[in-house]
């Protein structure tokens, strides 16, 4: 692996890196999603899924992360029951609700697909200071929330 760069780079230049990045991580997804037998729709809904924790999503909740329809998420559902990979659960404070919960082998069997990737990003990260990944960090989170403001006027524009 290359070392870090210390040359200065313009902002559309770091944009252009992104994009290079975006569209190899898509390229990954879709990969990746083949490898477990699912899309890449119900492979990003696993990862909310497995993210809630111990809190386990609700259907609804589902469909807010992933920006679907509560009809689409019963379809990613049955898909990620069948493959073995989630299931839905009583809400224990409202029985009339349903959760999701992730299948005890989902979490390894998603880390195994993800772990030639995420080693190497480790190391990647290993090579910052404090201080650089502090920044890296922000950045991720803020480009993140911009990112959830862009989609929300996206979608905002294509109903007009």
């Known amino acids: 692996m290359e070392g870090k760069s210390e040359a200065v780079v313009s902002p559309p230049e770091v944009l252009a890196r992104m994009d290079q990045l975006i569209a190899l991580s898509l390229v990954g997804q879709h990969t990746i999603a083949e490898r ?9 809904c696993l990862g909310f899924i497995l993210g809630a924790g111990e809190e386990a999503l ?6 807010e992360l992933a920006g679907l329809t509560t009809g689409a998420v019963t379809g990613v559902v049955n898909r990620l029951e069948s493959a073995g990979y989630a299931r839905r659960v009583a809400d224990p404070r409202d029985r009339r609700r349903v959760r999701i919960v992730p299948e005890e082998s989902s979490a390894a069997r998603v880390a195994t697909a993800y772990e030639p990737t995420y080693r190497r990003l480790t190391e990647l990260f290993e090579s910052y200071g404090p201080d650089e990944l502090a920044a890296i960090s922000d950045w991720f989170t803020r480009a993140a929330d911009a990112m959830r403001i862009s989609l929300a006027e996206i979608r905002g524009s294509l109903a007009s």
Do not use: E, K, P, Q
């Open 36 to 44: 477990l037998g699912v899309n890449v729709t119900d492979l990003t």
């Open 58 to 63: 609700t259907a609804g909740r589902l469909a």
